[in-house]
């Protein structure tokens, strides 16, 4: 009886096992398979709590495989549109004119406008931002029609942080705590959410976060970015 029972238990373990590297293979390859689509569209939104306004509002996005991204964020009652191709990224300012956001001042400060610039700077499609959560999972396994997963400490604070490592002046990170979901849809990813909680200090002050991302994916194969020449221009 004792050896069925140990037998019984390594064939549910393997098994075990089994099913969640098929689970993450499912995911890794639906991500792949919207990243090799020539084009796609999404819309993301953020929430964070206790902070409405400053990090919240939607951001619809458009991009092309090795070509550029555009990018309308709202926050508030303010609009920001900008064009991102490879390392380089401009936005429209108000007058129209397209431009390079603004880069930290000394002791990395610099205000709104430079906060958005380091946003920018280290922004990644949805493709690439899914890639990393993966990059970023303890495990992954299959409950409902979702790919759940809890983030590693390191990876939860990359996503808190916007894609920043902190250091010297810059803010920085602890208590820090993530999962994330992704949704598949006839083989080719179509949504995904990651929730990442912890403590940013920066100049002696303490603040708590606690911030939702949901990122929708449509108009795959369809979309079509549309860039200015002056925009092209700055982004050569």
């Known amino acids: 009886m004792k050896k069925s029972i140990i037998i ?3 064939v549910l373990t393997a098994s075990s096992f089994l099913a969640l590297g098929a689970a993450i293979d499912e995911v ?3 991500i792949k398979s919207l990243a090799d689509k020539p084009n796609y569209s999404w819309i993301s939104k953020t929430e964070t ?3 409405q306004g400053r990090f919240g509002g939607p951001t619809e996005g458009k991009t092309e495989k090795d070509g550029f991204t555009y990018l309308k964020m709202t926050r508030g009652d303010q609009t920001t549109e900008a ?3 490879g390392e380089k990224v401009v936005v429209k300012t108000q007058d129209g004119a397209w431009q390079e956001p603004p880069q930290l001042g000394a002791g990395g400060q610099g205000g709104r406008g430079a906060f958005l610039g380091r946003i920018l700077r280290n922004f990644k499609a949805p493709a690439a931002q899914a890639e990393d959560l993966v990059k970023a999972a303890k495990e992954i396994k299959k409950e409902g029609d979702a790919y759940v997963c809890d983030l590693t400490e390191e990876g939860a604070r990359q996503f808190l942080m916007f894609g920043g490592r902190g250091g ?7 208590n820090v705590k993530g999962n994330a979901k992704f949704w598949v849809k ?3 990813l179509s949504k ?3 929730r990442v909680q912890g403590t940013i200090t920066f100049n002696n002050n303490d603040v708590n976060i606690d911030r939702t991302t949901t990122v929708e994916i449509k108009d795959v194969g369809t979309t079509k970015v549309t860039v200015p020449d002056e925009a092209k221009q700055k982004l050569q």
């Open 28 to 30: 890794k390859s639906a």
């Open 186 to 188: 006839d083989g080719i």
């Open 49 to 51: 709590a206790g902070q």
């Open 192 to 194: 995904y959410e990651y």
């Open 83 to 85: 064009i991102i191709k």
């Open 8 to 10: 019984g238990a390594v």
């Open 168 to 174: 010297g002046n810059q803010p920085q990170a602890s």
